[in-house]
């Protein structure tokens, strides 16, 4: 014999649905930091000077995954970066070619290197000839570099590099 399931097993039943929804939904709408390519930021530059953060990253590197997760989901870090500047992630290894400044910029080292290192990433984010993951650049609004990092920083160690830089 087949018993007729209990009305209260149906409310048990959307109630977790509904739980599981608006959960989903909240998740969604969280703030994140407003990562721009190089492209928009010249476009960007172009029409409000404003300073400038790009977090050279690479697939391979594990700070560079846990600053991600653990620091540019922070409400402070994500504030200040979407406020005071324009926030760019590039990753180093990239084969794109990135045009800024009238100049396309190639990773010529591909084929050549076990970890070929773009352009970009050469010219602004090497520490004696080296790239290093990760490394952050700070710019001021006229584009000229006012402080790099090339470690993991946590996060009050960047929102004070970030404040420090006028």
Sequence with gaps: MIQ????????GFLLVISLFLCTSMGAQEKKSVNWITFEQLEDSL???PKKVFIDFYTDWCTYCRKMDKVVFTKSEVINLLNTDYYAVRFDAETELEVT????TFINDQVKKSRNPVHQIAQLLATKNGQFLAPTLVILDKDFKVTARYFEYMDSKTLLKALNQNP
Excluded: E, M, R, V
Excluded at 4 to 11: A, E, I, Q, R, S
């Design 46 to 48: 172009a029409i409000k």
């Design 4 to 11: 007729k399931p209990k009305t209260h097993t149906h409310l």
């Design 100 to 103: 800024f400044g009238s100049k």
